[in-house]
């Protein structure tokens, strides 16, 4: 295959995915196979000699769509969304072609620049300060876990890099019970240790205590622990539990903050929807994915930064053969994240931005959440149906009166395959997640989901 052949076949590519989009709400949303079902199908080893690309392509239908989860489905409303906008799918087909390689100002120019300029067109239009900076990762959990090595290091006064922790105090690293697992593995990662990410207290709406917060850090303090730092929560996974920063932020007696907005963030660019994360503007870190409800497909998660250099000292190392001879005044994006290679992600979110506008990135979540509690009420309204957490943006949860019943649901809902729903544990029940965000979805898809209850209940 060469690139003659490239040029024929992306064309081809490029129809079968206006089809595979066209066709998709007459597919089941989930996979409809067993485990091994795949597998069973491939060859074990590797072809010796080459094959035409009629032949790949043509197993390539026979048996990757049947044993796809399809997250474009307009009926996808399990987990969050990881929506893609076809202006993002056109920008992914050039950075592809392009195919470059981050790491340094000097080995993309375009890859960085851009980059920057990007995270100052998503920083003003979350409304956040115009003095944060920031960079692009690929997921939430690497930015979380940067974000947990630095708190660390500024904890050590980055004697942690060359020393390592043996021997040193205990760290303590503070958060509720919603944030998301991806916390949790970052102080493994970071050498914490699970035992010391202190799990605070939160009130009856699911918000971190502060009066616990402080009662915490002082009683570590008291110790001789060292608290190195607070994550907050800004729309939780389970039910979309929000902390309430600006009240938490006298509480964590100056130590620096991190905010895991990974899923709400894009929300933020609706004015109406800020006094959720207030305080966020004054964190030392804050995490979102665009890749989760802003149109820019996977992988593509931001990190704000109110002043990097502390993030840049803990992870930044200058080896020979990667010093610039550019002088300091380039921006070397590895030197803010754990790989040393990079893609170029920026490039679908200049095309997302500019192709919708933020006027159509706010109408399309406007119109979610207006969706979600839309479905909310109707199922409400149904006998033996219980809203179990309220919409928070567009997501709530639902249950029916018993454990087994409602498990009983989920499981034939998703046999069914009109929908796609998955569950959580809420105040010690199994339920039902609704969570609406697909970007082709209409209020017509969202609604399917009573239907489903109602037939399948
Ligand atoms: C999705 C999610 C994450 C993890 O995101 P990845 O980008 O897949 O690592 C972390 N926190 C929250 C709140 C999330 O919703």
């Not at 998503?122 to 940067?146: E, F, K, Q, S």
């Not at 001789?224 to 964590?252: E, K, M, Q, R, S």
């Not at 992600?345 to 406007?366: E, M, P, S, T």
Request: with cysteine; net charge negative; glycine share 8%.
């Amino acid at each position: 295959m060469d690139h003659d052949d490239l040029n024929l076949w992306a064309k081809r590519a490029a129809d079968w995915v206006r089809d595979y989009h066209a066709g998709l709400r007459d597919r089941p949303v989930r996979a409809q196979v067993a485990p091994g079902d795949l597998l069973a199908q491939l060859p074990g080893v590797a072809p010796e000699a080459a094959e035409p690309v009629e032949e790949i392509f043509a197993d390539f239908e026979r048996l990757i769509p049947g044993a796809t989860t399809h997250w474009q489905h307009p009926r996808f409303f399990a987990y969050f969304p990881a929506n893609a906008s076809p202006a993002s799918m056109l920008a992914e087909q050039l950075a592809n072609g392009i195919a470059a390689q981050g790491m340094l100002w000097q080995t993309s120019p375009a890859a960085t620049e851009l980059e920057q300029a990007m995270v100052g067109w998503l920083r003003d239009a979350l409304g956040l300060p115009d003095d944060v900076t920031g960079t692009i990762h690929d997921t939430a959990t690497t930015a979380t876990l940067c974000a947990v090595l630095t708190m660390r290091e500024r904890a050590l006064d980055y004697a942690g890099l060359t020393e390592g922790l043996s021997g040193g105090p205990r760290l303590r690293v503070y958060a509720s019970a919603q944030t998301h697992s991806s916390v949790d593995k970052a102080v493994r990662l970071a050498g914490i240790g699970q035992d010391n990410l202190v799990k605070v207290p939160v009130r009856d709406d699911l918000s971190m205590d502060p009066d616990a917060l402080a009662a915490a850090i002082a009683a570590d303090r008291e110790a001789g622990h060292l608290p190195c730092g607070v994550v907050f929560c800004a729309g939780g996974t389970g039910v979309g539990a929000f902390d309430d920063i600006a009240a938490c932020l006298p509480a964590c007696a100056g130590l620096p903050t991190h905010v895991d907005a990974a899923w709400a963030g894009s929300a933020m660019v609706c004015e109406e929807f800020r006094p959720l994360w207030a305080g966020a503007e004054r964190c030392d870190s804050i995490v979102f994915n665009p890749h989760k409800w802003m149109g820019a497909q996977f992988d593509c998660c931001v990190q704000f930064l109110r002043d990097p250099v502390a993030q840049v000292n803990t992870l930044g190392l200058r080896p020979d053969y990667l010093r610039t001879l550019e002088g300091e005044d380039v921006t070397n994006f590895n030197e803010w994240t754990v790989p040393l290679g990079r893609r170029f992600r920026a490039l679908k979110l200049w095309f997302v931005l500019r192709a919708y506008g933020l006027d159509g990135i706010r109408g399309r979540i406007r119109d979610h959440v207006a969706w979600a509690e839309a479905l909310a009420g109707r199922l409400r309204a149904m006998e033996g149906v219980e809203i179990t957490s309220e919409p928070r943006l567009a997501l709530f949860s639902f249950a029916l009166e018993s454990d087994a019943a409602t498990e009983a649901l989920l499981t034939a809902i998703n046999a069914e395959g009109r929908v796609y729903l998955t569950q959580t544990r809420h105040r010690g029940r199994f339920v039902i997640r609704v969570s609406v965000g697909s970007w082709d979805c209409t209020e017509a898809d969202v609604m399917e989901v009573a239907q489903a209850v109602e037939r399948l209940r």
